[in-house]
């Protein structure tokens, strides 16, 4: 299907686990976004790319990884987990105009 | 920095009756502003935009925005609010390359 999908939808872990979401859009937008939503912040950028193999940090983004080695797939990497990213996590694209179109989020709960 | 703020956190209208939600924004230069809308455990749906050119913006669902320059303002409207608008509403503004998001406003609307 056509659109932007994240995987998983929902996941629970344990403080200091890894942990990976996925993100893969199908339009072969350049711009790429991770964000994460809590509660009274609205959305945080935590990373952001602008064309596979080029990515720079958002806002928030400690504890965070992420690469592109394909223009089509996100993935975000909690390299140890923290319970301070329990969150709901948006990944994000664009193309040339300024409007991002969003996947259906990944709710994450660290134990 | 470019900035937008939702003074509402809440807003409750009756069916039938008009909606408006508020935002202000904070640019230098001038301002691309945008209007998602979120339902429940959804991903974020673009709703509208302002990039430059009429003072009234249409967009998706019968909703509309007013540009007002002189008072830095982007209100959401919409003239007739359904059940079905219930929702969290979120005003962005464009800083590159990314958006910027108010703290969101949720919207209930009672039958």
């Known amino acids: 299907d056509a659109g932007i999908t994240q995987s998983p939808r929902y996941k629970i872990t344990e403080t200091g686990r890894q942990v990976t979401l996925m993100c893969h859009q199908t339009?072969?937008?350049?711009?790429m976004f991770w964000y994460r939503q809590d509660l009274g912040h609205g959305l945080r950028l935590i990373y952001y790319?602008?064309?596979?193999?080029?990515?720079d940090k958002g806002e928030v983004p400690d504890g965070y990884v992420v690469s592109r080695s394909k223009t089509e797939n996100f993935p975000l990497t909690l390299e140890s987990a923290t319970r301070s990213q329990t969150s709901v996590y948006f990944c994000?694209?664009?193309?040339?105009?300024?409007?991002?179109?969003f996947g259906p989020g990944t709710r994450l709960t660290v134990l | 920095a470019q900035s937008v703020a939702q003074p509402e956190d809440q807003v409750n209208v009756a069916e039938g009756n008009p909606l408006t939600v508020k935002c202000t924004y904070s640019?230098?230069?001038?301002?691309?502003l945008f209007w998602y809308v979120q339902y429940p455990n959804r991903g974020l749906q673009f709703l509208l935009k302002?990039?430059?050119?009429?003072?009234l913006v249409k967009g998706s669902y019968g909703f509309e925005a007013e540009f007002n320059k002189s008072q830095t303002s982007f209100h959401l409207k919409k003239p007739s609010a359904l059940v079905s608008d219930s929702a969290l509403y979120f005003c962005?503004?464009?800083?590159?390359?990314?958006?910027?998001f108010g703290a969101g406003t949720t919207v209930t609307v009672r039958a």
């Open positions: 994000a694209s664009r193309e040339r105009t300024d409007t991002q179109y």
């Open positions: 339009w072969s937008h350049s711009y």
């Open positions: 790319s602008a064309a596979a193999d080029i990515t």
């Open positions: 640019v230098s230069g001038n301002p691309y």
């Open positions: 302002y990039i430059t050119g009429d003072n």
């Open positions: 962005a503004v464009r800083d590159p390359p990314q958006l910027s």
